[in-house]
């Protein structure tokens, strides 16, 4: 407590407060005298934008710092990347052009009606460079096809041609295709197969689909040697993609090439909220194509990326409609076609050459009778056919008028 008359400041007190102004007045001259290279630094940390440097007009400023800064790493003046998410079979994600991972062929409408004498659809119009995004997933580069067994051995084909027989036993949704279109088709097969670089193909299967609206059908070829005319094995009737609905591709052209990088899977027979098995019964394969370029059938179309597949349906529901076009984009077989490629590895003679090779190709199953023939290409084309041929009919009205409430949310 002070007292009246007793305030006068100690000497020592006067001492210590002398030694601490002058220690402050130090201080502040050798802060206001720091090199101009620590200013001009200071300088760039602004700009660089960092939140502590950025100072709005009124707001105090701060004191510079004593020790300079380091400087930025490179790390530090990256901006950040997110992985982009993975899309769903179908789901329309929007893409910059890049190398695909099939061979697509825009021009076989065109070499599909010449054959036929059909006019071509036009192609759709390329998505604006304004909705291109990152795609969720890219196209794996094509692989070097692995001979199957019988071109390794040079086997006869008379093993092959016999495959005809299994078809029309085991497969039983068929079409009787007359030798005439038999023979077409399987020049549009050579032609899109010489302009993909695929022109000497032979000693294998080869599936092919016409997605034109008019026919809706694959077909299985076989041919000995280049040069040779292709022989179908057998036809039936698929659903491919139906344009007019959102998220629903037109099923993509071209030649794709089934590998284990793109692995198959197989259905868990789960039905949706409508009680429809979108891939059909429980372990019955999926064969996926991986990601390529879709023709979008909603909007304004355009192009983005989409999950191509061939699989089976709701064998109750959704099978009775095949023949007509229906899906997401994707190619609906019959369940029996299904199990008919399953069984004889049609399209498998990739997997088979990884299984030989020691890798584990789970897909496979153990009790399999794979063909000596394996191939390794599905291939659509459209021949824009005006007119339905009687040969492919459409599903009758008794199937169209049981068409189940969503069955247009399944793949």
């Not at 019955?284 to 989409?306: A, L, N």
Request: some cysteine; proline content about 9%; hydrophobic content about 40%.
């Amino acid at each position: 407590m002070r007292q009246s008359g007793k305030n006068k400041t100690p000497f020592g007190a006067r001492i210590i407060g002398g030694a601490v102004m002058a220690a402050l007045v130090s201080i502040h001259a050798a802060a206001h005298a720091q090199p101009a290279s620590q200013a001009s630094h200071a300088q760039a940390a602004s700009a660089s934008g960092g939140p502590d440097d950025v100072m709005s007009p009124g707001t105090q400023q701060r004191m510079p710092p004593l020790l300079a800064s380091p400087p930025a790493t490179a790390a530090s003046t990256l901006p950040g990347a997110s992985a982009p998410a993975h899309a769903l079979p179908g789901t329309p994600m929007p893409i910059a052009p890049q190398a695909p991972q099939t061979t697509q062929t825009p021009q076989a409408p065109d070499v599909a009606s010449a054959v036929f004498g059909a006019s071509a659809a036009s192609g759709a119009e390329s998505a604006s460079a304004a909705s291109e995004a990152a795609a969720p997933e890219v196209p794996l580069p094509p692989e070097t096809p692995e001979p199957n067994l019988a071109q390794r051995l040079g086997l006869p084909p008379a093993g092959a041609f016999a495959m005809r027989q299994t078809y029309a036993k085991e497969v039983a949704r068929r079409l009787s295709v007359p030798l005439a279109d038999q023979q077409a088709y399987g020049r549009v097969l050579q032609n899109v197969l010489d302009e993909n670089g695929h022109g000497s193909l032979a000693n294998e299967f080869v599936v092919l689909v016409d997605r034109s609206a008019n026919v809706q059908a694959l077909f299985v070829y076989f041919r000995a040697k280049p040069g040779d005319a292709w022989s179908m094995i057998g036809a039936s009737p698929v659903g491919t993609g139906r344009p007019g609905s959102y998220d629903h591709f037109l099923t993509p052209l071209g030649v794709f090439q089934h590998v284990s990088g793109n692995m198959d899977f197989r259905a868990e027979g789960t039905v949706n909220e409508y009680g429809i098995r979108g891939y059909g019964k429980r372990d019955i394969r999926i064969y996926d194509f991986g990601w390529t370029d879709g023709e979008r059938g909603w909007g304004k179309g355009g192009v983005s990326p989409m999950r191509f597949q061939m699989h089976a349906t709701d064998p109750e529901k959704l099978e009775p409609l095949l023949g007509m076009r229906h899906s997401k984009g994707c190619v609906r077989i019959p369940s029996t076609l299904n199990t008919f490629f399953d069984h004889h590895g049609i399209l498998d003679a990739q997997y088979e050459a990884r299984a030989a090779e020691g890798q584990s190709m789970w897909i496979l199953k153990p009790h399999r009778q794979t063909t000596l023939w394996a191939g390794h290409y599905l291939v659509v084309v459209d021949t824009a056919r005006k007119a339905r041929p009687a040969w492919s009919p459409g599903p009758g009205t008794a199937a169209r008028a049981k068409t189940p409430v969503g069955a247009d949310t399944v793949d």
